[in-house]
């Protein structure tokens, strides 16, 4: 069964510095997301992706982050300054047009000392 | 704007008896709605999912949720429950293609 695929599992980054989440999208869907889930929180909504364009995005989505699909399977998030709040699993999803079940990659444990 | 009120944070529950999982939404589109589990330390997989059709949908581990637009409700539901079964449960609303806005979660603590 095709799935999200998400790198690195876990990434420990110091304050200040700049951090690429990856993911691998399921190869034939069209809509992208990114969610993060703070220790013990909800999940929230990050940003969406569609046509090689932002289609929507969170007010936590401000100007330290940027999306972007370099090549036809590549999905990353950036995050250019890093702050300790920036701590939190974050999550990759996609689904295709038809089908509305966002598949969800298994996480990005993200931790800013 | 949409959102989900998970009414109950933590449910423990004894081995073998039923649950029910609260989930209300408010939404000014149509709804799409849809619960995930969380195991410890795992990702959000998908249980069950409403689009349309029946209000009585069926998900995997023996799971089901009724979708009740009186009440805007979709609760989720299982006769006896297992102590695999612990875990956080999120509900979730969308209008589409659109993200998923998400209840807080409700852990459910399956007792031997």
Redesign the interface.
């Known amino acids: 069964e095709p799935e999200v695929t998400q790198t690195p599992s876990h990434q420990v980054t110091q304050m200040g510095q700049e951090v690429i989440l990856r993911c691998v999208p399921i190869s034939n869907h069209l809509y992208f997301y990114w969610y993060r889930q703070i220790l013990g929180q909800k999940v929230e909504f990050l940003v969406s992706f569609y046509n090689n364009e932002i289609s929507e995005k969170s007010e936590i989505f401000d100007d330290q982050f940027s999306v972007e699909r370099p090549d036809g399977s590549n999905f990353t998030l950036k995050i250019r300054s890093t702050k300790l709040e920036d701590s939190a699993m974050y999550f990759c999803a996609s689904n295709n047009r038809e089908s509305l079940e966002q598949y969800f990659g298994p996480g990005t444990r993200l931790t800013v000392t | 704007a949409q959102s989900v009120t998970q009414l109950d944070s933590q449910v423990p529950v004894f081995e073998e008896a039923p649950v029910e999982l609260r989930c209300n939404y408010s939404s000014s589109v149509s709804v799409?709605l849809?619960w995930?589990v969380q195991y410890p330390n795992?990702?959000?997989?998908?249980l069950l999912?409403y689009?349309s059709g029946s209000t009585l949908v069926k998900g995997i581990n023996g799971f089901e949720a009724e979708f009740n637009k009186s009440q805007t409700s979709f609760h989720l539901r299982k006769p006896s429950v297992h102590i695999s079964d612990t875990a956080e449960y999120?509900c979730?609303v969308?209008g589409?293609?659109?993200?998923?806005?998400?209840?807080?979660?409700t852990r459910l603590s399956v007792i031997a």
């Not at chain 2, 795992?42 to 998908?46: S, V």
């Not at chain 2, 589409?96 to 979660?105: I, Q, S």
């Open positions: 799409y849809f995930y795992q990702g959000l997989q998908l999912k689009l999120f979730a969308s589409g293609n659109t993200p998923l806005v998400f209840g807080k979660g």
